[in-house]
């Protein structure tokens, strides 16, 4: 044993003594050229600045890998003192086939574009990515590591870009203000850069830099660009202040309601800050930020005791999320800034808030010469209170529901040595001013905090991987709110059958820690491999500013993949994987195993098919019950498959499915397919249509008292749960121009829950409930009241009837307005229609258009910002 772990400890260290790291091979050399004359952006290459030596010699990673590109291409760098100027040719044999879709910024589809890639800090790591299409259409990404697919879109520079198409294909023109770049202060400068250029209607992606498909890197491996000389990098010092209004056409509205006159009509104003403190480092600010603009959380239906976490929306808080949140478990989860109010209010009638209010939010990131990533965020969110009208005193009051919270973030990555190794640091806090509120000093912790410190080392160039983490988190409050985390399902210390946790009611502090480690093979051939473990202790808790389901878990993973990436007789490229692995909780139980396959194709033209299967033998939920003892979980399957057909062409599709079973009956199938459609000029339409139907054998219901001794005195409730979900999405963008868009988002959704045999548990670690009606038990049901009656040898007790039927219409459109270079007007109209019906019906799928008459509010709002250089 000894001899093993030394092997596997010590091999990374052969690894990179056995073979020079790819890094340091000869790179591809370019010169910049200063600019004689200003250039005229406007996509055509009549500068002389155009006229000499050309990036050149492309070749196809797809669809013939290591081939020359077949059609030619020419890239010219240029630069001033105040922009960095691109020049690209993009010949064509065929100019008619050249696809030129308008579309909004960021949103390419599957035009023909040009790909620019920058690493100007020559940190062979990170890179500032810039594309434009052949209609115009402006694109940009951060590449936060060595990856070409690690994608920030959350970059979003002020730059422009004009193309042209001719009879020898297409040209471009690019020019990208120094102040939008960040470089080292040097009196002369070498940036890494890679083109790539894609041509969809050949299916081809030409690289100046050629990558197989069998390694790894990205700025790593890029060509030099050397020429550029006597720039300094900008103080980068940007105001965006912005006005909205929106006002809120209330549906059945009461008029004996005070808060409400039909219309609630609102105006604010705020403003954004960027500043550039140094060569490497930005400092962006907003004061009441608005977020009016932000599309809808889609339609769902939460029967669980966890959590939905959705994803970020809002401007502010997506950009440079990537560095801040960092790898492994969520430490920081930037919906907690500005969630709605926790508190509760009761009354006749009641205004509150559906969000919590940031008086302010600031962020610091950056990139140091010497290799130490930088971010930090701070934001206060205010005190919020609800209004409270009598109507039997006619008088108002108001009642606290939120508290005053100040949030903090802090994340440190160094990079090291010639692979580009990394290791990091994060740390988050939380205060919440709780001395007004005897009610959420009880609720919330006052205190939260939550650290981790991370590595990745890299060997042979990224070939080989030896990762790992290791974090703490503490919580402190009155011992009323940790009551509460404590039974919260993150946690379940209330578990009667635990003997490795325990419930203090007296505890006002909480300590937990996680920790990983795992070593891969991310490159070669064929063969690709991962081991890894971790433990996530039962104390943990990331849920003040971070994103946890459950802690108490101790998990172990493997995975084999063989793939194919040179084009065959049937298939352009394929990759066959195993995956497996085992959980236990900190006290020893089996909590899961599974057996995972997973196959995807491609095919020579381009479609796509995707094959999984799935095994998962009995096991052991500590989490079933919601508190309760174990239950059993039975053996069970799954098989997922999904065929795609080409995305490069203007019509799309695909078609998934997915079907699971168990051993006890339970079942569950999931259907959902997508078609989209682009037209050769400006519109796009997509409709994806999905449908759930699945029966749950022990949904759930509820915890009482009075239940036997091997129960622990409680009854442990569940039932049958028939579920079923209908919804569509729809999408229509049309796109006057690149600047000028117009997006149409629709959502109807209808979903059903009936829920019979209802019973209890008997005995613990047993697979199935007892089921009430047998045993010498009876049950009831009282239409009028919608009740249930039980009554067995103990008791008597009553159960409501939880039978549901959802409808959901969810639809807005967006006006969207480059009116100058970095300001931007949006207009909005909102609709949420719902309803709520006590049924159980199975959903059909004419439910759908029953969602469209529900009843819901119209929300309308207009925005308008504008971008103010100061330097």
């Known amino acids: 044993m000894r001899v093993s772990v030394l092997l596997f400890l010590t091999s990374p260290a052969l690894l990179l003594a056995a073979e020079p790291d790819s890094t340091e091979k000869k790179v591809p050399q370019h010169q910049a050229i200063r600019v004689t004359n200003p250039v005229k952006l406007d996509g055509i290459l009549s500068e002389t600045d155009w006229q000499g030596p050309a990036v050149s010699g492309f070749t196809q990673k797809d669809p013939k890998e290591g081939q020359p590109a077949s059609e030619s291409t020419k890239v010219w760098f240029a630069y001033d003192d105040e922009a960095l100027y691109i020049g690209a040719r993009m010949y064509w044999s065929d100019p008619k086939l050249i696809r030129a ?48 697919g690690n994608r920030d879109y959350s970059f979003d520079p002020v730059w422009e870009a004009k193309t042209r ?10 020019r990208i203000p120094m102040s939008q770049l960040r470089f080292n202060a040097k009196e002369v400068h070498t940036w890494g850069f890679n083109i790539n250029r894609w041509i969809p209607t050949k299916n081809e992606d030409d690289y100046y830099v050629y990558i197989p498909k069998k390694e790894t890197g990205w700025s790593s491996r890029m060509a030099r660009l050397n020429g550029i000389t006597g720039i300094k990098p900008s103080r980068r010092l940007e105001v965006i202040p912005y006005g909205a209004s929106d006002a809120t056409f209330t549906y059945g509205r009461d008029k004996k309601n005070p808060f409400d006159d039909g219309v609630n009509m609102k105006g604010r104003g705020g403003a954004d800050v960027k500043m550039g403190l140094g060569p490497n480092l930005t400092l962006d600010a907003t004061v009441n930020p608005d977020f009016g603009q932000v599309e809808a959380d889609p339609a769902r239906v939460n029967l669980s005791a966890y ?63 010497s290799g130490l990533s930088i971010g930090t965020l701070a934001a206060l969110t205010d005190r919020e209170y609800a209004e409270i009208y009598d109507t039997t005193s006619a008088s108002y009051s108001q009642k606290q529901i939120a508290p005053r919270t100040g949030f903090g973030v802090l994340r440190l990555q160094q990079e090291f040595g010639p692979s580009a190794s990394t290791v990091g640091f994060s740390l988050t806090g939380v205060g919440r001013d709780l001395s007004s509120s005897r009610e959420l000093w009880q609720l919330l912790p006052r205190q939260a905090y939550t650290g981790r410190t991370d590595w990745n080392l890299r060997f042979k160039g990224g070939q080989y991987v030896l990762s790992g983490k290791l974090g703490f988190s503490h919580v402190q409050g009155d011992s009323t709110a940790i009551q509460r985390v404590q039974r919260s399902s993150v946690h379940y210390f209330q578990r009667p059958d635990a003997d490795h946790v325990e419930f203090k009611p007296g505890r006002t502090s909480l300590f937990g820690y996680n920790s990983s480690i795992g070593f891969s093979k ?74 995972d396959f997973e196959n995807n194709f491609t095919f020579k033209n381009f479609w796509a098919l995707f094959l999984g299967s799935e095994i998962y033998p009995r096991s052991y939920s500590d989490e079933v019950t919601r508190g309760g003892p174990l239950m059993k979980d039975a053996f069970g399957w799954n098989a997922a498959a999904q065929l795609s057909s080409n995305f490069a062409s203007n019509t799309n599709w695909y078609l998934y499915g997915f079907y699971d079973k168990n051993e006890i009956g339970h079942w569950y199938y999931y259907l959902e397919g997508k078609l989209g459609v682009r037209t050769s000029g400006r519109w796009e339409f997509s409709v994806l249509p999905y449908y759930e139907r699945g029966l749950t054998i022990r949904q759930y219901i509820t915890t009482l008292s009075g239940g036997r001794p091997e129960t622990y005195g409680n009854r442990y409730v569940f039932a049958y749960l028939d579920q079923s979900t209908l919804a ?11 600047d000028l868009t117009l997006e149409l988002y629709a959502e ?90 006590p049924q159980g019906r199975l959903v059909r799928p004419g439910r759908l258009w029953d969602a469209f008459t529900a009843g819901g509010d119209i929300f309308v709002a207009l925005k308008i910002s504008y971008w103010i250089p100061v330097s």
């Open 522 to 595: 991310n490159s070669g051939k064929h063969w690709l491999w991962e081991l890894s473990g971790g433990a996530e202790s039962p104390g943990l808790e990331l849920n003040d500013l971070g994103a946890l389901s459950t802690a108490d878990d101790i998990d172990l993973f493997g995975a084999l993949k063989y793939r194919e990436t040179q084009p065959g007789k049937y298939f352009q490229n394929y990759n066959l994987a195993f995956y497996t692995g085992r959980g236990w909780n900190f006290g020893g139980d089996h909590q899961y195993t599974f057996f």
């Open 101 to 148: 879709l308008v579309s909004r910024r960021d949103q390419t589809g599957n035009s023909e574009r040009i790909i620019i890639s920058l690493d100007t800090y020559l940190d062979r790591r990170t890179a500032y990515t810039f594309v434009a299409t052949a209609s115009g259409t402006r694109a940009d990404y951060y590449h936060a590591t060595d990856d070409e």
């Open 307 to 369: 959590e939905i976490f959705f994803d970020e929306k809002r401007p502010f808080f997506i950009e440079g999320n990537q560095l801040l949140q960092g790898t492994g478990p969520l430490l920081y989860y930037s919906r907690r800034i500005g969630a709605p109010p926790p508190g509760r209010a009761s009354g006749d009638y009641i205004d509150r808030p559906q969000t919590s209010t940031i008086l302010g939010a600031a962020k610091l990131t950056g990139r140091l010469a």
């Open 165 to 174: 198409i001719d009879s020898a294909g297409w040209t471009a023109e690019m």
């Open 728 to 738: 569509t999405q729809f999408r229509i963008n049309y796109a006057f121009t690149p």
């Open 748 to 837: 109807p959704f209808a979903a059903s829950g009936k829920f019979y045999n209802f019973g209890e548990l008997e005995v613990p670690k047993t697979v199935l409930p007892s089921q009430y009606g047998t045993g010498g038990t009876t049950i009831s049901y009282d239409s009028s009241s919608r009740t249930y009656t039980v009554t067995d040898d103990a008791s008597t007790f009553q159960l409501d009837n939880p039978d549901f039927n959802i409808l959901s219409f969810r639809s807005n459109v967006v006006l969207r307005w480059e009116w100058m270079r970095g300001s931007t007007a949006y207009f909005v109209w909102a609709r949420n229609l719902s309803e709520f019906e």
